[in-house]
């Protein structure tokens, strides 16, 4: 009976550093669409100082092409738009991470429980 119990132990084990490796992937991701986010924010605030009159260049490879300044600000709010679902979906994501691992630490905790019971029992036997 400890067998078992020792190889369900493991493989939950297992599931638990899957969730937890998927976990810190996540977390990558919303750190830099944070940082893309911030960085949006301030091209936006800089293009919101421009007069209309001012020349825009965006960059395409190796070349710099002219941009009209509205055309810029609007890529930049649909951009950030963009960022800001991407940045909800991963929140909703790690908050469903964080309740596997809860549920996965609980199921780890009731098979160690039994297993410390299983030992005491084949010991008392012994």
């Given at each position: 009976?400890?067998?078992?119990?020792?190889?369900?132990?493991?493989?939950?084990?297992?599931?638990?550093?899957?969730?937890?490796?998927?976990?810190?992937?996540?977390?990558?991701?919303?750190?830099?669409?944070?940082?893309?986010?911030?960085?949006?924010?301030?091209?936006?605030?800089?293009?919101?100082?421009?007069?209309?009159?001012?020349?825009?260049?965006?960059?395409?490879?190796?070349?710099?092409?002219?941009?009209?300044?509205?055309?810029?600000?609007?890529?930049?709010?649909?951009?950030?738009?963009?960022?800001?679902?991407?940045?909800?979906?991963?929140?909703?994501?790690?908050?469903?991470?964080?309740?596997?691992?809860?549920?996965?630490?609980?199921?780890?905790?009731?098979?160690?429980?039994?297993?410390?019971?299983?030992?005491?029992?084949?010991?008392?036997k012994a």
């Amino acid at each position: 009976m400890a067998e078992g119990l020792q190889k369900k132990m493991q493989q939950e084990v297992e599931k638990f550093k899957a969730i937890q490796k998927e976990y810190q992937t996540v977390i990558s991701s919303r750190q830099q669409l944070d940082s893309q986010l911030t960085e949006n924010n301030g091209v936006k605030e800089e293009l919101s100082l421009l007069e209309s009159d001012t020349n825009v260049f965006k960059l395409i490879g190796p070349v710099l092409i002219k941009q009209d300044l509205e055309e810029a600000r609007q890529n930049v709010s649909k951009r950030i738009d963009y960022i800001a679902g991407e940045i909800k979906r991963l929140d909703k994501t790690i908050e469903d991470l964080d309740q596997k691992q809860d549920s996965q630490r609980e199921t780890l905790s009731k098979l160690q429980q039994q297993l410390q019971q299983a030992q005491v029992k084949a010991a008392m036997k012994a």
